[in-house]
T-cell receptor, first 111, second 115 residues
Framework: AQSVTQPDIHITVSEGASLELRCNYSYGATPYLFWYVQSPGQGLQLLLKYFSGDTLVQGIKGFEAEFKRSQSSFNLRKPSVHWSDAAEYFCAVNAGNMLTFGGGTRLMVKP | EAGVAQSPRYKIIEKRQSVAFWCNPISGHATLYWYQQILGQGPKLLIQFQNNGVVDDSQLPKDRFSAERLKGVDSTLKIQPAKLEDSAVYLC?????????????FGPGTRLTVL
């Protein structure tokens, strides 16, 4: 069965600093990978997805993620964080038609 | 385009009571999902519908949870009787079709507190 691990429960960065959120997955075949963001009181919004091809994928709001098969990772990055990026971020893998989510990383942004 | 609608947004009940949540997916979306998100965890799929048929309910606790999508549009998730551990946010999502490539759009969720 597939699983997703997000090792960092909380991360705090200063506004304008770069960001990297870690995601490791376990799945026997080629995974379909996603990053979602959840703001307080809101549903999940898709940031980006990886199905195949170029391992560096661009998403909305200036986010990107890199798929590394050798490390079973799909880390999310942003070069310069804005205060509005404060939210919870979820990595997910889709296998067998079912989305499996990681536990999430809560991002706090310092002014 | 209107998003996924859910009601109520918040519900507080006592254990052993029953509760129902409603979801209206994006118009034209054939696939509807219900997720349970316990505080501090990622969402967990409870049930998936394709039109009015169940595709996957393997993680639905069927002794107390039930869900239906009678006309293939809106859906209701019911818990009867509720337990303390059912306290969570219940998210509804929809996609145009089932399958790996279809983006799921999420509603704002219903926050359930069981006392």
């Amino acid at each position: 069965a597939q699983s997703v691990t997000q090792p960092d429960i909380h991360i705090t960065v200063s506004e304008g600093a770069s960001l990297e959120l870690r995601c490791n997955y376990s799945y026997g075949a080629t995974p379909y990978l996603f990053w979602y963001v959840q703001s307080p009181g809101q549903g999940l919004q898709l940031l980006l997805k990886y199905f195949s091809g170029d391992t560096l994928v661009q998403g909305i709001k200036g986010f990107e993620a890199e798929f590394k098969r050798s490390q079973s990772s799909f880390n999310l990055r942003k070069p310069s964080v804005h205060w509005s990026d404060a939210a919870e971020y979820f990595c997910a893998v889709n296998a067998g038609n079912m989305l499996t989510f990681g536990g999430g990383t809560r991002l706090m942004v310092k002014p | 385009e209107a998003g996924v609608a859910q009601s109520p947004r918040y519900k507080i009940i006592e254990k052993r009571q029953s509760v129902a949540f409603w979801c209206n997916p994006i118009s034209g979306h054939a696939t509807l999902y219900w997720y349970q998100q316990i505080l501090g965890q990622g969402p967990k799929l409870l049930i998936q519908f394709q039109n009015n048929g169940v595709v996957d309910d393997s993680q639905l606790p069927k002794d107390r949870f039930s869900a239906e999508r009678l006309k293939g549009v809106d859906s209701t998730l019911k818990i009867q009787p509720a337990k303390l551990e059912d306290s969570a946010v219940y998210l509804c999502a929809s996609s145009q079709h089932a399958g790996l490539y279809n983006e799921q759009f999420f509603g704002p969720g219903t926050r359930l507190t069981v006392l």
